[in-house]
């Protein structure tokens, strides 16, 4: 009841301010009595991929907790595992506000956010001072006034810093609110950013005596021809996931809603389709070679076992836990 109300409240907050004030409140209970609130038992259900192992197949995507501030508090809310991040090499302030917007009517979300966050070395002391035992992957990103062709620097800067902290590491080339940043999914400039994060994935593996993933995460606004040419990239490179998708810039799904002409990545159910059809035609591509983590419009039990059907081995949830709360977490997790 008292979650319920707060979730009410919080929704008629302006949403950058009611994010902030979440994050704000779960990073100072999440260990303390008050932690009850939020905290539930889910029902375990073992999986390995990629060599971890997954108490149950349902996460925390990334962008939720972009300094990894709360780790604990969204894993005691039955998590099997919680991304962190998008996180650059230094600070920035990202994009302008307002950068967040909700479409009600629709359980959407627009955002802008343009990767704000308070820099790498910030978030490995938050995840160093986690007391989560499960997995948790970091999601990095390069610097809004890092030139495309220098995008190499950046997530090797990252890379090498999140690297003996990471269960495993979401190199994310799929935002659209970091200008430039997808075009690094396409050709040779994808297979030059693959080849040089494998080289340094093989020097770290024996620097530090661990090997930790590197996840590739798509966006969903892709051809068949372009889903099939990053599959092939992946495999050739030797990458070890993909996560599929980021949000979309469509607006087919929310046409003639209030905000719905603001410009950002479009989120939640009305994504639910379009992720799901790069997801099953990615799979068909990949054949098997690497796993899938699906995410977009992860909305219900249903939609999360539509996910794992089409090919996904693991899936993660963010603008669904907004509007619905973490009774959605355990609904999934009893479910799947």
Known sequence: ???????????????????????????????????????????????????????????????????????????????????????????????????????????????????????????????????????????????????????????????????????????????????GLRNLQYGEALDKLLRGLKAAQETLCQTHSKYVPLFIKIAPDLSDDEITSIARSLINTKMDGVIATNTTLSRDTVTGLKYSDEAGGLSGSVLTDKSLDVTRKLSAALDRALPIIGVGGIDSPQAAKDRLDAGASLVQVYSALIYQGPELIRRICREI
């Open 1 to 179: 009841m008292m979650q319920s109300l707060a979730q009410k409240l919080l929704l008629q907050c302006e949403p950058e301010k009611s994010h902030d004030l979440t994050i704000n409140w779960l990073k100072k209970t999440q260990h303390s009595p008050l932690n009850w609130l939020y905290s539930q038992q889910t029902r375990k259900h073992p999986v390995t991929v990629a060599g971890i192992t997954f108490d149950n197949p349902l996460g925390l995507a990334a962008g939720l907790d972009k300094n990894g501030e709360c780790i604990d508090a969204f894993a005691s809310m039955g998590f099997g595992f919680v991304e962190v991040g998008t996180v650059t090499p230094r600070p920035q302030p990202g994009n302008p506000k307002p950068r967040l917007f909700r479409l009600p009517e629709k359980q959407a979300i627009i955002n802008r956010m343009g990767f704000n966050n308070k820099g790498v070395d910030y978030l490995i002391e938050q995840v160093r001072n986690s007391r989560f035992s499960g997995p948790v992957g970091i999601n990095i990103g390069k610097n809004k006034d890092t030139e495309e062709q220098h995008a190499l620097d950046d997530y090797l800067t990252c890379l090498n810093k999140v690297y003996p902290y990471a269960s495993y590491v979401t190199v994310n080339i799929s935002s659209p609110n970091t200008p």
